[in-house]
């Protein structure tokens, strides 16, 4: 059980161009869901939170008009990068909280690498 | 705030060789949980363990074995005769508990066991 799916798990795209990023929990609902970015030999940092049904809280630093997150149903939160640069390219990861769940774990995705040329 | 501070950066050692990945956190919050997760190549996140602030006993699982200890405010984890397998990046994290709470990772410890 617990499981989050990522997709498209790689993408490449122009300069200018927007790409978006699903995140999909296949087994339960998720009120709350985290996107998260990975620079190459760094750590996670998250980029923000979002729950159903309502805008996403954004860390600092991170611009708003630039990552819209949507977390329309409690299964799927999407991550849209608009006019992509080449330093946007990153790891994304998205996670996951099992609604149900008391223990606040948070399930991970596998990751969609996006590459902006 | 909340801090991880994972020192070492990479480890080498050799198949068969035990090696033991520090983990010191920062919280100010009385109840909180730890994890350990596992990064190998393929970039997925791989859940290794979560403790609960609560809970100090040690724990074994297979040759992994965990060391919580609050008075120092490490959670240190140890692989026993490390394989190939166990190369990857290691994270350690701390949350507190809400619904939103937010996962806070160290910088990651890379992790090379060689043949």
């Known amino acids: 059980g617990a499981v989050v799916s990522q997709h498209p798990s790689w993408v490449i795209c122009k300069s200018g161009t927007s790409v978006k990023i699903e995140c999909r929990s296949l087994?339960?609902?998720?009120?709350?869901m985290f996107w998260y970015r990975q620079f190459p030999k760094q750590s996670l940092m998250l980029m923000a939170t979002?729950?159903?049904?309502?805008?996403?809280?954004?860390e600092q630093g991170v611009e708003k008009d630039k990552f819209l997150i949507n977390h329309a149903s409690l299964t799927l939160s999407t991550l849209t990068v608009t006019s992509a640069h080449p330093e946007d390219s990153s790891f994304y990861i998205c996670?996951?909280?099992?609604?149900?769940?008391?223990?606040?774990?948070?399930?991970f995705g596998p990751g969609t690498r996006l590459t902006v040329t | 705030a909340q801090k991880v501070t994972q020192a070492q950066t990479e480890i080498s050692v050799v198949e068969k060789e035990d090696v033991t990945l520090d983990c010191v956190y920062e919280?100010?919050?009385?109840?909180?949980?730890l994890f350990w997760y596992k990064q190998p190549p393929s970039g997925e996140l791989v859940f290794l363990i979560r403790?609960?602030?609560?809970?100090?006993q040690n724990e074994i699982s297979g040759r992994y074995s965990w060391n919580f200890q609050k008075s120092t405010s490490s959670f240190n984890f140890t692989i026993t005769a490390s394989q190939v397998v166990d190369s990857a990046v290691y994270f350690c994290?701390?949350?507190?508990?809400?619904?939103?709470?937010?996962?806070?990772f160290g910088k990651g410890i890379t992790l090379s066991v060689r043949p």
């Open positions: 996670s996951a909280r099992d609604w149900g769940d008391s223990s606040y774990e948070q399930y």
């Open positions: 087994d339960f609902q998720a009120t709350t």
């Open positions: 979002s729950n159903e049904g309502s805008k996403a809280t954004y």
């Open positions: 919280t100010r919050d009385t109840t909180y949980y």
């Open positions: 403790r609960n602030s609560f809970d100090e």
């Open positions: 994290a701390l949350s507190y508990t809400g619904a939103n709470s937010k996962l806070t």
